[in-house]
T-cell receptor, first 113, second 113 residues
Framework: DVKVTQSSRYLVKRTGEKVFLECVQDMDHENMFWYRQDPGLGLRLIYFSYDVKMKEKGDIPEGYSVSREKKERFSLILESASTNQTSMYLC????????????FGSGTRLTVV | GNSVTQMEGPVTLSEEAFLTINCTYTATGYPSLFWYVQYPGEGLQLLLKATKADDKGSNKGFEATYRKETTSFHLEKGSVQVSDSAVYFCALRTGSGYSTLTFGKGTMLLVSP
């Protein structure tokens, strides 16, 4: 069964910590994406990557960075976690092209205290 | 730019009722259209898609027809079950190569026995 795996389902971190969220896909997808989901705000795109070592800013990149050193892995980094980054984080991947939807991971619920 | 508008929820139905969730879109070019479902505490799953005008996507009793003349992709099901309770997202993707999905804000469906 094809899948996108996020390393943690639940994570609690302290303010100011550097946080790494990992995502791995086994479908040989070129594209990978990080979203955050908050009540009433829907899905908001943080960063995406079209290919290895490539990255593009989404709608809300401030306070985040990403790394894609291998095709199957896309990491989201919170440089200095803050309480307003408490959220559900969703990773997704897809082939390039308009006819392809995304495959999502199960999500990581991050709480910053 | 691209946008997706969904009816606001929650939509509350009794088991075996008929379901319609409205979705309209604005897009440049000829998008592909998608419906995703998110069960509580999980990531999004692709429910169905249509890649050109007049196509009908279907899965698990759900259907949606790509209507170019009304720029719509309404989700329907003839008889809902309690297990269909979830949040439903309409989305579109345009262009070729480097493109992202544009999501609606989601519609919560609550089905009571």
């Amino acid at each position: 069964d094809v899948k996108v795996t996020q390393s943690s389902r639940y994570l609690v971190k302290r303010t100011g910590e550097k946080v790494f969220l990992e995502c791995v896909q086994d479908m040989d997808h070129e594209n990978m994406f990080w979203y955050r989901q908050d009540p009433g705000l829907g899905l908001r795109l943080i960063y995406f990557s079209y290919d290895v070592k490539m990255k593009e800013k989404g709608d809300i990149p401030e306070g985040y960075s990403v790394s894609r050193e291998k095709k199957e892995r896309f990491s989201l980094i919170l440089e200095s976690a803050s309480t307003n980054q408490t959220s559900m984080y969703l990773c997704a991947s897809s082939f390039s092209g308009k006819d392809y939807g995304y495959t999502f991971g199960s999500g990581t619920r991050l709480t910053v205290v | 730019g691209n946008s997706v508008t969904q009816m606001e929820g929650p939509v509350t139905l009794s088991e075996e009722a008929f379901l319609t969730i409205n979705c309209t879109y604005t897009a440049t070019g000829y998008p592909s259209l998608f419906w995703y479902v998110q069960y509580p505490g999980e990531g999004l799953q692709l429910l169905l898609k249509a890649t050109k005008a007049d196509d009908k996507g279907s899965n698990k009793g759900f259907e949606a027809t790509y209507r170019k003349e009304t720029t719509s992709f309404h989700l329907e099901k003839g008889s809902v079950q309690v297990s269909d309770s979830a949040v439903y997202f309409c989305a579109l993707r345009t262009g070729s190569g480097y493109s992202t999905l544009t999501f609606g804000k989601g519609t919560m469906l609550l089905v009571s026995p």
